[in-house]
T-cell receptor, first 111, second 116 residues
Framework: AQKVTQAQTEISVVEKEDVTLDCVYE???????LFWYKQPPSGELVFLIR??????QNEISGRYSWNFQKSTSSFNFTITASQVVDSAVYFC????????FGSGTKLNVKP | GAGVSQSPSNKVTEKGKDVELRCDPI?????LYWYRQSLGQGLEFLIY????????KSGLPSDRFSAERTGGSVSTLTIQRTQQEDSAVYLC??????????????FGQGTRLTVV
């Protein structure tokens, strides 16, 4: 069975703080894909990153970075020097045919 | 259009009425998904279409829900005899799909359904 767990329901930080959003997944498949999506207050889901199960290299894109560790089945997302515009709900997802989404983490960045 | 288009954007209906929600995926995308998101909640999978394969309907909550995809493109989600608990945002997404192709899904703006 496929499952994604985002244990942090809501996180509040002050602008410029770093914040890490946790994602733990379960799957018996050896080939799978992991994703992060952002859902700002406007409601539309925005794709952030895709990672396949054979690529454990960490990735950095500007202030965003992702740490994929198969040994712990985790795919964590870090925002460095957070900004108010980062306030949103962030979803981690596992794709094996359809997408299995975590319950989301609401990030509040206060000025 | 360039993105996934859903209509209507908002729908208010009376309990017991039937509703149809439409999704126009990105051209060339063979995979199409429907999800439901209740207020402040996560995404609940409803149904998944992949090319000409039989759809994965395992997420449909009851037999009042059905969906079809005509010509491998536009999809319609139908809810019969709507109930108040059907109130939610219905999200459609599409991706390139295909065997061994697990690309990102692009989401539409959603249809906000309110059953009164």
């Amino acid at each position: 069975a496929q499952k994604v767990t985002q244990a942090q329901t809501e996180i509040s930080v002050v602008e410029k703080e770093d914040v890490t959003l946790d994602c733990v997944y379960e799957t018996r498949d050896t080939t799978y894909y992991l994703f992060w999506y952002k859902q700002p207050p406007s409601g539309e889901l925005v794709f952030l990153i895709r990672r396949n199960s054979f690529d454990e290299q960490n990735e950095i894109s500007g202030r965003y970075s992702w740490n994929f560790q198969k040994s712990t089945s985790s795919f964590n997302f870090t925002i460095t020097a957070s900004q108010v515009v980062d306030s949103a709900v962030y979803f981690c997802a596992l794709n094996f045919n359809k997408f299995y989404f975590g319950s989301g983490t609401k990030l509040n960045v206060k000025p | 259009g360039a993105g996934v288009s859903q209509s209507p954007s908002n729908k208010v209906t009376e309990k017991g009425k039937d509703v149809e929600l439409r999704c126009d995926p990105i051209s060339g995308h063979t995979a199409l998904y429907w999800y439901r998101q209740s207020l402040g909640q996560g995404l609940e999978f409803l149904i998944y279409f992949q090319g000409n394969s039989a759809p994965d309907k395992s997420g449909l909550p009851s037999d009042r829900f059905s969906a079809e995809r005509t010509g491998g493109s536009v999809s319609t989600l139908t809810i019969q005899r709507t109930q108040q608990e059907d109130s939610a945002v219905y999200l459609c997404a599409s991706s390139l799909g295909g065997e061994g192709v697990n690309t990102e899904a692009f989401f539409g703006q959603g249809t906000r359904l309110t059953v009164v």
